[in-house]
């Protein structure tokens, strides 16, 4: 069974940057779409970016398009969030996920446990 590990948030001012890894354990996450969703308090989860197996393909939330950057190290199975120029509407609960090889853009069939990215004006 694989287990997703999400690390890297923390406190940060804002316009600073925060770099999120997600390391997978249990079996290999190369043939997967992976992503990141978040969930602010008292909002809704949000996708906030995806990547493809080969990470030829990448999707991002309008919101987050042009700072934010999805990647992936499949030797490692570990996929990262490079985000920057960050705001303090970014702050939420930043959960990493493996896609589904059905369903569309974002569906999910494993969570980590999500980590809290915390943004000061």
């Known amino acids: 069974q694989v287990q997703?590990?999400?690390?890297?948030?923390?406190?940060v001012?804002?316009?600073?940057?925060?770099?999120?890894?997600?390391?997978?354990?249990?079996?290999?996450?190369?043939?997967?779409?992976?992503?990141?969703?978040?969930?602010?308090p008292?909002?809704?989860?949000?996708l906030v970016a995806h990547i493809s197996s080969s990470g030829?393909?990448?999707?991002?939330?309008?919101s987050v398009k042009g700072r934010f950057t999805i990647s992936r190290d499949n030797a490692k199975n570990t996929v990262y969030l490079?985000?920057?120029?960050l705001k303090p509407e970014d702050t939420a609960v930043y959960y990493c996920y493996?896609?589904?090889?059905?369903?569309g853009l974002g569906s999910a069939d494993i969570w980590g446990q999500g980590t809290q990215v915390t943004v000061s004006s």
């Open 42 to 46: 008292g909002k809704q989860r949000e």
């Open 56 to 62: 030829g393909f990448t999707y991002y939330a309008d």
């Open 98 to 103: 493996r896609g589904t090889s059905i369903g």
């Open 13 to 40: 001012q804002a316009g600073g940057s925060l770099r999120l890894s997600c390391a997978a354990s249990g079996s290999t996450i190369s043939i997967n779409g992976m992503g990141w969703y978040r969930q602010a």
């Open 82 to 85: 490079q985000m920057n120029s």
């Open 4 to 11: 997703l590990v999400e690390s890297g948030g923390g406190l």
